[in-house]
């Protein structure tokens, strides 16, 4: 009997993985009509500038309610984007979905620099920099409202051409932050020669900051690395209060957490910025 039951499980891991096989090729068969029938659509989490206490640029972040599926994490759905030649139009999706949100804030008197997450095809795929620069000439906006996200990991599988395409985007006046600073593998040789100008520091760090000494520590070196290359630290995973004090006192430049709030959909972000930007909460 124990050999059936081995043989059972296996068929019911069989039946699992095809399950999710099938799931995975269905989401890739929607990812289109997703991004076009309002699926799929952008919340914006703020990040908070540490020293004037207000919100001065926002994270976009990919959220997609399927009516078969229900919530689908984008942890999930990018890499599937990925894997299967989707990402470059999502990206290009997003990119155009962020400007036309820019230049629905600043008719409102909401100015923000809007930062949006870039994957390894976008930044070495050369098509891309003729896009973005089509993009920025089509709604005419000024490129320092926005900015793009680059992991670690990203600007390692290719450090000669992401530092190309980088340096384009820098000159397009677009600026860059390094995501998830941390988790890869990049020599500090490298991230010398990165031109970007924000190092977002992964919020695996962050996060149990206030009963981990070795975090605290690897993040206030990482703000002191990141000031002395001239580099801007965002932290991500700000949820406690008492983060927030450390995070000051190290020099931190900006939070990004659920402390501020969690993402929140273009209406609701709004509101909270107008709020949040008219109570000084932040006061030593
Ligand atoms: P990321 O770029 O590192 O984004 C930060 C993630 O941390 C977001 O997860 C955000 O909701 C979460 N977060 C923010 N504050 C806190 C906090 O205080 N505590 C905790 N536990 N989490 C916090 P989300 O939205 O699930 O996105 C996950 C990842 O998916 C992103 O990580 C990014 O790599 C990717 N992603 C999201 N949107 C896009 C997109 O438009 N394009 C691409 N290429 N990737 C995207
Ligand atoms: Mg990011
Ligand atoms: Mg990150
Ligand atoms: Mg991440």
Redesign the pocket.
């Known amino acids: 009997s124990k050999a059936k039951r081995s043989a059972d499980s296996f068929v019911l891991y069989q039946q699992g993985q095809d399950e999710n096989y099938q799931r995975q090729l269905h989401i890739i068969g929607i990812f289109e009509e997703s991004m076009a029938d309002g699926s799929m659509y ?2 914006y ?1 703020p990040k908070v500038n540490l020293n004037s206490g207000q919100c001065t640029e926002a ?5 997609w309610q399927d009516k078969e599926l229900g919530f689908i ?3 999930e759905f ?1 890499q599937l ?2 894997l299967s030649g989707n ?1 470059r139009a ?2 290009n999706w ?1 990119i155009e979905e962020v400007i036309k949100q820019i230049i629905l804030w600043q008719a409102k008197g909401l100015s923000l620099r809007v930062s ?4 390894v095809d ?1 930044l070495l795929d050369k098509g891309f920099r003729f896009i973005v620069r089509s993009l920025l000439e089509k709604y005419s906006i000024n490129p320092r409202c926005l900015s793009f ?1 680059i ?1 670690e990991s990203v600007i390692m599988s290719d450090p000669e051409l992401a530092v190309e395409s980088m340096n384009i985007f820098k000159d397009l006046g677009i600026s860059i932050a390094i ?2 600073f941390g988790t890869g593998y990049s020599s500090l040789s490298y991230l010398k020669k990165v031109p970007a100008s924000e190092l ?1 520091i ?2 695996s760090f ?2 149990d900051f206030d009963n981990n000494e070795e975090d605290r520590m690897i993040v206030e070196t990482s703000v002191e690395l990141a000031h002395s290359f001239g580099m801007k630290v965002v932290a ?4 406690t209060e008492s983060c927030l004090q450390q995070l000051k006192t190290f020099g931190c430049d900006l939070g ?4 501020f709030t ?2 929140l959909r273009a209406n609701d972000f709004e509101a909270w910025c107008e709020k949040f930007n008219s109570n000084t909460v932040l006061t030593d």
């Not at 949006?116 to 994957?119: A, E, G």
């Not at 990004?256 to 402390?259: E, M, R, T, W």
């Open positions: 952008l919340e989490q994270e976009a972040l990919l959220r994490s984008p942890e990018i984007a990925e990402i999502v990206t997003v949006v997450n870039i994957s976008d996200e992991t995501d998830d977002k992964d919020k962050v996060i991500e995973g700000v949820e990004q957490g659920y402390f969690r993402a």
